[in-house]
């Protein structure tokens, strides 16, 4: 587990806002996903949002990048108001990083021309510069040596640190994580966590829906407990599971941690 | 029992009985392993017996292969093959003028040439995109230039005089190029968000595929002038190829999207995450993925399109079939039709069964989808 991992420097942050989230209500029909969701997300603070399945946390980060419309409320991003505009949307997302639960590699393409393919169609940079570039952030996640390969011939923990990289390439402002591990077998859950600590360590701004508990001890300057829509509880790491407040993180708490 | 164990030294694997290898395994497997099988090889067995005897004589050793008019066939009870070398270069030009039959070659050599590299395994994907694109966008006028003339000096053929193979190759050439690229639009279309464009697209689908495809080569040769206002006129061939594109787009649509429809909604995610706009999304990540999905689908759209330019002969225009139709009705040559549509069945199979071997070949390189 990550714990045994260096914990990356909780360095005081600045007060430049990077996510500002605004009671955002979003309804499935009339199903209400989200319920009045306020957050408020700083320059490299790293936050883990957890929950019982369903509670909408996947949905409340995918609004963030606009993978899902919310129907009242609003989100700052990057200084940058969330709106139907599309174009405006593009330009958010490019500084919006995001990984999959399950990664959503490009399966007719090469782990390279994965990792290059934003900066040259995005980003308008040349073939090659762009696949240096890319070469750069393989060499980051530790598979330089899989850059030809097709995605189809990695393990998952290779396809998800790849994955990490294609993001990484379109240097993001932010990182947002959902459920990186959960389609990962056990053994190979660590060498992805520790691609996400070292970037914790460069100060990336970073949302992370996981349940890896560990990971969120370490790394996070804030968890955030969600269930049924709502926000419950947010705390730093050591007062939310030495202290739990509400009883539904209570109950959450020993569910996942003594299962 | 123990001592023989304990002494036991292993004895060499037995060679599997040899009814289960080799020539006579197969065939005991695969033809005589039930009493139904038994009896349906051997009913196939007796028809082969009774059916390739007569069939290879009327084809080859009963045949005339030489002689210049049908008197020469008189002697044989096989086929007349005279008949078709007779008229061979009219069953590839039509009514092409002789003295400019070397502008079909030339344009035929040309695209052979061109697009060689296309089927070379050596030459990279991307070359190979570049290049058929290419190919797509200048040899069609290339290609019309020297088939109709009246630039640079060559002398103008009109479009009636066009016929035979080249025709019908014209026609399906057209066909296909045209009816892909508009039946992938059309399938985007049909699943777009904006509810003008996809009631357009559904509409236009259901329409063309509701048609029978004689009925639309009838309307642009009967009705559609009528429409017209007096002294307007569209070429023949035009209204054809018009008429065939759309009718084959709209099932075209209809295949690509299947294709469209396997793709997984992370991979549109994926793509939108890293700001990718929705036609680089399609044209880069979602496309080749679906296109790649239906080879099978498109090829057989594109089967059925080639032999749909038959029907061509319903508006008077002499294609590959209707030429070799006209040919069986010449006074000088009645009663050979079977050699005709023989050839003409010859000459169709050939092409349908080269586009089905492609693709057969590209589905398999294209694969990278490796299960591990």
């Not at chain 1, 408020?40 to 409340?60: D, H, Y």
């Not at chain 1, 405006?88 to 959503?104: A, D, K, S, T, Y």
């Not at chain 1, 390439?169 to 932010?174: E, L």
């Not at chain 2, 082969?48 to 002697?75: H, K, N, Q």
Request: glycine letters at 6%; one cysteine or more.
């Amino acid at each position: 587990m990550p714990e045994s991992a260096a914990s990356p420097a909780r360095a005081p942050l600045s007060d430049q806002v990077m996510i500002h989230m605004e009671r955002v209500h979003k309804w499935y029909g009339a199903f209400h996903v989200l319920k009045d969701i306020n957050l408020t997300v700083q320059k490299s603070e790293r936050i883990v949002i957890c929950g019982p399945s369903g509670s909408g946390k996947s949905t409340a980060i995918r609004c963030i990048n606009r993978l899902e419309e919310y129907q009242r409320g609003r989100i700052v991003v990057d200084g940058r108001e969330l709106s139907n505009d599309v174009k405006l949307i593009e330009r958010i997302r490019r500084e919006v990083g995001m990984v999959f639960q399950h990664f959503n590699l490009f399966p007719h393409l090469t782990v390279l021309e994965n990792c290059a393919l934003a900066p040259i169609w995005v980003r308008k940079l040349p073939r090659k510069q762009a696949e240096e570039l890319a070469m750069r952030y393989l060499e980051r996640v530790k598979i330089p040596e899989q850059a030809h390969k097709y995605p189809g011939q990695l393990s998952g923990g290779q396809q998800q640190r790849v994955a990490i990289a294609r993001s990484l390439c379109m240097n993001p402002k932010i990182m947002l994580f959902d459920e990186p591990t959960s389609a990962l077998d056990p053994e190979m859950i660590k060498e992805v966590l520790d691609t996400m600590i070292t970037l914790a360590e460069d100060g990336m701004t970073m949302i992370c829906v996981t349940h890896e508990m560990g990971f969120a001890k370490t790394v996070a300057h804030r968890v955030i407990f969600m269930d049924s829509g709502e926000i419950i509880e947010q705390n730093s790491p050591a007062e939310f599971f030495n202290n739990p407040r509400s009883d539904r993180t209570k109950l959450f708490l020993s569910q996942i941690l003594h299962h | 029992m123990a001592e023989v164990a304990k002494s036991r030294t292993p004895h060499p694997d037995l060679p599997p009985p040899a009814s289960a290898v080799g020539v006579l395994g197969w065939v005991r497997r695969n033809l005589f392993s039930s009493p139904l099988n038994i009896a349906l090889t051997l009913l196939a067995a007796y028809l082969l017996y009774a059916m390739i005897p007569s069939v290879l004589r009327w084809t080859l050793f009963d045949a005339t292969w030489r002689g210049d008019s049908r008197e020469a066939c008189a002697a044989n009870r096989g086929a007349c093959w005279v008949f078709i070398r007779i008229h061979f270069e009219q069953f590839m030009y039509g009514f092409y003028p002789d003295a400019q039959r070397w502008r079909v070659n030339s344009a035929a050599l040309l695209l052979i040439l061109s697009a060689a590299p296309l089927f070379v395994r050596a030459v990279p994907g991307s070359v190979k995109l570049r290049l058929g694109l290419s190919i797509l966008a200048i040899y069609p006028i290339i290609a019309f230039v020297l088939f109709r003339g009246g630039l640079f000096g060559l002398p103008e053929v009109e479009t009636r005089q066009w016929g035979g193979l080249l025709l019908t190759l014209v026609i399906a050439g057209v066909g296909m190029a045209a009816a892909l690229p508009l039946g992938v639009l059309l399938a985007l279309g049909r699943r777009s968000k904006m509810p003008a464009i996809q009631t357009l697209c559904v509409t236009f689908i259901e329409f063309w595929r509701g048609v029978p495809l004689i009925t639309v080569l009838f309307m642009s040769s009967v009705m559609l002038p009528l429409f017209l206002p007096a002294g307007v006129s569209f070429d023949k061939l035009l209204r054809a190829l018009i008429g065939v594109t759309l009718f084959q787009a709209a099932y075209m649509a209809e295949v690509v999207r299947g294709g469209l429809q396997a793709i997984p909604k992370g991979q549109f995610e994926a793509a939108a995450a890293l700001g990718l706009s929705y036609w680089k999304t399609m044209a880069l990540i979602v496309l080749p993925q679906a296109l790649k999905l239906v080879i099978p689908g498109i090829v057989n759209t594109f089967i059925a399109l080639f032999k749909d330019t038959s029907l061509v002969l319903i508006i008077g225009l002499f294609d590959l079939m209707n030429i070799v139709h006209n040919a069986t009705t010449n006074p000088a040559w009645l009663g050979f039709s079977t050699e005709g549509y023989v050839f003409a069945a010859a000459v169709y199979w050939l092409f349908c069964f080269s586009m089905s071997r492609y693709s057969q070949s590209l589905e398999k390189r294209l694969h990278t989808g490796h299960k591990r």
